[in-house]
């Protein structure tokens, strides 16, 4: 079985991560595996995870610094940074455009003490009275995810456990006052739009969310019949066909666009985090887990949150990234994974030419494979470029 991958979100752009070698900078995990890191599996899928013998594992959720769930008041989710802030901050009172932060109206009537607004969700009873909570899917060192049913009508959903000292916050605008909300809660708002958007969003959409004294739960539709994309791979013998790949990655890109056009980075896109429903004839994407993400921004990122096996080139060459060119690495990454049953891609192994594309593929496929996956982030190709390529024509 392949080694797992860590999520971190440390710079990867130090001395000892990089050195300079003509055109292509090679990164001195040529020499080793000074940025790889081994970690566990999360997961967020209908079943609990099964061991494989082809693939690798996941990786764990990261930071995310948070508060609570509301009901159904509107707030102000930040939509501009502050020149040269790292996006990755927690400080910062920016403050932008009108949604709405609660899924649902079933606490507006709840009462709450001290200075938490009514909407503010931190009873614990509130939690349980509405949701049963089933078996584990997955675990990681920032949180576990468990099975779960709303008590109402059995639906199913995911139950994300995220420890308070691992939750990255967002100042939010609630009724007039500055709150710290989950980063995660609000760029899964943003993405998805909320329970109005359950089975019809690339995201999967988040339904509620609490805040208690050592935890934050964030509660997400769980679709049925479904198996995050690295287990689908293992099930079809490590690899799938170009057009099985096709199908896939379509939907990918057109999730990316939208995703990216509501300024949504979401900075970890794997098959660890793209969940295949198979009820259907047609497998159908779901994007999961934004622990990692962030708002879109013109300026470059210089810190990485993420899988550091899939960080783009420019970070390790420059020690800066865009959103939408390390987008279209981590897809070509992922395109590379589905077609290819035996190596697995990591961005450092591509640089030092280890890994070479399968030349059996169609010229079609190789050229897109190689438009997603040039070095320089310049020559590599938009998302709306990739949308348009023959290979899905």
């Known amino acids: ?56 594992g996941a990786s764990k959720p990261v930071e995310v610094h948070g508060t609570k769930r509301k009901a159904s008041s509107r707030v102000v989710i930040p ?17 932008g455009s009108e ?14 003490n001290g200075s938490t607004p009514q909407f503010v969700n931190t009873i614990r009873a509130n939690f349980e009275a509405k949701y ?6 997955g675990k990681g060192g920032f949180g576990s995810v468990y099975a779960g049913n709303r008590r109402t009508d059995h639906f199913q959903v995911a139950i994300k456990h995220i420890p308070k000292a691992d939750v990255k916050t967002q100042p939010t605008i609630l009724n007039g006052k500055i709150y ?19 089975g019809k969003s690339a995201t999967v959409s988040l339904l509620d969310w609490y805040s208690f004294d050592e935890e934050v739960l964030v509660i997400m539709e769980r679709p049925v019949s479904s198996v995050d994309l690295w287990n689908h791979l293992n099930e079809n ?9 096709k199908n896939i990655m379509k939907q990918l890109v057109e999730a990316s666009i939208q995703m990216l056009s509501v300024g949504v980075f979401h900075r970890d896109i794997k098959t660890e985090n ?13 994007i999961i887990d934004f622990g990692c993400g962030c708002r879109v921004r013109k300026t470059p990122f210089s810190s990485f949150s993420g899988t550091s096996a899939y960080a783009s080139p420019e970070l390790f060459i420059k020690g800066k990234y865009k959103a939408g060119p390390t987008t279209v690495w981590q897809l070509g990454a992922v395109l590379f994974e589905l077609l290819d ?19 059996e593929l169609s010229q079609d496929c190789q050229d897109l494979m190689k438009m997603c996956l040039a070095v320089n982030p310049k020559e590599r190709a938009t998302l709306k470029q990739i949308q348009a390529h023959p290979w899905f024509k």
């Open 1 to 56: 079985m392949r080694p797992k991958r860590l999520k971190t979100n440390r710079s990867l752009h130090s001395e000892n991560d990089l050195e300079s070698n003509g055109d292509r900078t090679k990164t001195k995990s040529c020499l080793g595996e000074d940025y790889r890191v081994k970690g566990k599996k999360r997961k967020v899928s209908e079943k609990p995870s099964k061991s494989s013998t082809k693939r690798r």
């Open 79 to 95: 939509n501009k940074r502050q020149k040269g802030r790292n996006t990755d901050s927690n400080s910062g009172k920016e403050i």
């Open 99 to 112: 949604v709405s932060l609660s899924p649902s109206r079933s606490s507006t009537s709840q009462q709450h």
């Open 132 to 137: 049963e909570q089933l078996g584990l899917l």
């Open 180 to 198: 710290m909300i989950p980063k995660e809660v609000l760029l899964m708002l943003r993405a998805g739009d909320g329970p109005g958007s359950v």
């Open 237 to 245: 013998g490590g690899a799938l066909s170009e057009d099985q790949a």
């Open 274 to 286: 793209i969940l295949i429903a198979t009820r259907s004839d047609e497998p159908r994407v779901r």
């Open 341 to 359: 049953g035996d190596k697995q891609f990591t961005t450092s192994e591509y640089l030092c030419d280890k890994i070479e594309l399968n030349q």
